[in-house]
């Protein structure tokens, strides 16, 4: 099990003998695409180390309106899941593949025996932790302080980066951004005005990259 799966985590490979014997205690857990992982309130009893795939981790408020958290890779373990082992609580949030993907799981009693024992481990765990934690703290200063049209500009060129068209829906871009469909809709209609897109339906097409760059380089903030 262990020359499995380990190779994708090299900072773990270090690990004495008997770290090892646990880390060979894991299990592998296949989805195809689309599936729910976990809810919002589902027990969390595993540690999760995402081989191959991506999995969208996401919140939905009490009204319904959902934003998307983070992206879990490979490589990449899931803050949320962490948490959760740590605070004894289940998921507040959900997760969803969005290609097939392949992990390991850690049952709960092994990750508790490996943060007690394992130095490299809990470095492991912490480092993810902390680098995660510090991106969905810039996803909250850009939700609070930053207005919805100059991320949207910065939405729409990192989705436009290797074409200029866009196979997104409106309320796909509403949950990335932690918006309404119709307000997203009305930015983009602003943008067709000013010449940058050309909406369709299932697809955006920018014509105008410059002034949708000039928009996303501004400074300025909510006025929420």
């Known amino acids: 099990m262990l020359n ?11 690990a ?3 770290e090892k014997a646990l880390f060979n205690k894991a299990y592998p857990l296949h989805w195809g695409s689309d599936q729910i992982i976990f809810h919002a309130g589902t027990p969390c009893n595993q540690y999760l180390l995402v081989l191959e795939g991506q999995i969208r981790v996401q919140q939905i408020s009490a009204g319904g309106r959902e934003i998307v958290l983070y992206r ?11 948490a959760c082992l740590f605070s004894h609580r289940p998921y507040p949030a959900m997760g969803i593949t969005e290609t097939a993907v392949k992990a390991i799981s850690l049952p709960k009693s092994v990750f508790d025996q490996l943060i007690g024992q394992s130095s490299l481990f809990r470095e492991f765990v912490f480092n993810a932790y902390g680098n995660r934690l510090t991106d969905l703290l810039t996803l909250v200063e850009e939700v609070v302080f930053t207005r919805l049209d100059i991320r ?9 980066k290797h074409s200029q068209f866009i196979q997104i829906t409106h309320q796909t871009l509403a949950t990335e951004l932690g918006s309404a469909r119709e307000v ?5 209609k602003e943008f067709e005005l000013r010449g940058w897109i050309r909406r369709g339906s299932g697809q955006i097409e920018i014509i105008q990259m410059q002034g949708l760059q000039q ?5 300025f903030v909510s006025s929420r």
Do not use: V
């Not at 190779?7 to 270090?14: E, N």
């Not at 879990?72 to 962490?82: D, F, V």
């Not at 928009?215 to 400074?219: G, H, K, P, Q, W």
């Open 16 to 18: 004495p003998d008997n």
């Open 4 to 14: 499995d799966w380990i190779s994708h985590f090299t900072s773990l490979t270090a």
């Open 215 to 219: 928009l996303a380089n501004s400074e």
């Open 72 to 82: 879990i890779g490979p490589g990449e373990s899931c803050i949320l899941t962490t």
């Open 184 to 188: 997203i809709s009305r930015a983009l």
């Open 152 to 160: 949207l500009a910065r939405k729409l060129l990192d989705l436009g």
